[in-house]
């Protein structure tokens, strides 16, 4: 799929160049696209070395708290959760243990750690699955909740934000946290309303009203705040919570007797490895946006989509980073390619690149999540899951324009 959409955006661009050239005399169209490719694959260099140093830095602190077992702990403490909303998964089954140690490594943002523990834990569910090719009632929930992308610290966001040279790279903090929790939320509901599961038992609401509570002590207090106010409040909130969790590590590790610099300085190397691989697929989709930028392409169907919405009545502001949001459940690559281009042409402190910011913090990669979680134990027939997945980030995106208002607007 990804390779077809990569194909489009060069074809598009092409047939709209010829247009401009015959139909509209502009020969100069040809220019801008050849001077588009060169400058997003200068732009995707410039990226990566900034993400070296950030990426490094953070893979070391997060190699010293999965070695001081906070994953485990954290695993232990959804566990009970899980063992309710899984009522064909038996007590005590690997599996569990599996699930709790993804999501936790997920709301830690470690992102390489998350992946394979997932994999694993889908091959426990497998175990139990009666149809080896149709997917579970139990995976089928560990996949919504996966695609739905709920992370406590996204720290790339705050990473591009910073390479980009925002005032307050953690700004957009609270926004994200709020519309990933929305996205999260209608995840769960979605499957429980077609796996008819039983969320008033003690258990889950001990959960959900503990979670509710604290959105909505969050939601009072923000609430009489003018946006300025908002958007201070939420750079606080970030740099507070990422430096604090950062001491909690480091703390906890030498409290657990952790070896904390050699530690950092394991999870580093893997950090600069794992950085370096990211510029072919960022030099892919950032000189394939910048062709549809410059050709004119993305230009016409926002206008498209924003003659649509002026007719309306509505507010416009929101269509430019629309990009974003569409592609991300594709492609997390592209995604994140558009969310750049977006603030290298609007300012990364504009209102579309704070809201494609926390586009692409708060949805997920859901068609990706599929084809890795579900081909690795190869499931063809996945029911309800997309439809659960896809409803998800709908209201992610919902609620992240939403939030964007309140607190950007």
């Not at 485990?72 to 709790?100: C, K, N, T, W, Y």
């Not at 599961?197 to 207090?221: D, E, I, Q, R």
């Not at 659960?388 to 939403?402: K, P, Q, R, S, W």
Request: aromatic content about 10%.
């Amino acid at each position: 799929m990804l390779n077809g959409i990569w194909l489009s955006f060069f074809l598009a661009a092409f047939a709209a160049a010829l247009w401009q050239w015959l139909g509209m005399g502009d020969a100069e169209v040809f220019g801008r696209l050849v001077a588009s490719l060169f400058d997003m694959a200068r732009l995707s260099v410039e990226i990566i070395l900034v993400l070296v140093g950030t990426m490094t830095l953070w893979l070391g602190f997060l190699a010293i708290a999965e070695k001081a077992g906070l994953i485990r702990v954290l695993a232990r403490v959804l566990d009970p959760l899980f063992r309710r909303l899984m009522p064909e998964v038996p007590s005590g089954h690997p599996a569990l243990g599996h699930i709790s140690m993804n999501f936790a490594a997920n709301i830690l943002g470690l992102d390489n750690a998350a992946t394979p523990i997932g994999i694993k834990a889908m091959h426990s569910l497998q175990s139990l699955n009666p149809s080896p090719n149709t997917a579970s009632n139990a995976q089928i929930l560990f996949l919504v909740l996966n695609s739905s992308s709920l992370t406590l610290l996204p720290v790339t966001i705050f990473m591009y934000r910073a390479q980009q040279g925002a005032a307050e790279p953690t700004a957009v903090f609270l926004p994200i946290l709020l519309a990933t929790t929305a996205s999260s939320l209608v995840g769960l509901l979605s499957v429980a309303l077609m796996q008819r599961l039983k969320l008033w038992h003690p258990v889950v609401l001990a959960y959900l009203l503990g979670g509710g509570l604290a959105l909505g002590l969050l939601l009072t207090t923000l609430a009489g705040m003018s946006a300025q106010a908002l958007a201070a409040t939420s750079s606080l909130v970030g740099n507070l919570t990422l430096f604090g969790i950062v001491i909690a590590f480091l703390a906890i590790g030498a409290l657990r007797r952790v070896n904390v610099y050699d530690t950092f300085i394991e999870g580093a190397k893997e950090g600069f490895s794992f950085t370096i691989s990211l510029l072919p697929y960022l030099v892919a989709m950032l000189v394939a946006v910048g062709a549809l930028r410059a050709s004119g392409v993305l230009d016409g169907a926002l206008d498209g989509v924003r003659w649509m919405v002026e007719g309306l009545g509505w507010d416009t502001r929101f269509i430019d980073a629309l990009p974003t949001a569409f592609i991300k459940p594709l492609s997390g690559s592209g995604a994140r390619a558009l969310m750049i281009e977006t603030m290298d042409n609007f300012g990364v402190d504009s209102f579309p690149a704070l809201l494609a910011a926390t586009f692409q913090g708060s949805t997920e990669t859901t068609f990706y999540v599929i084809a890795v979680y579900f081909g690795a134990v190869g499931i063809t027939r996945i029911r309800h899951g997309l439809g659960c997945a896809l409803l998800a980030d709908f209201a992610g995106m919902l609620t992240a324009i939403a939030v964007c208002y309140w607190f950007f607007g």
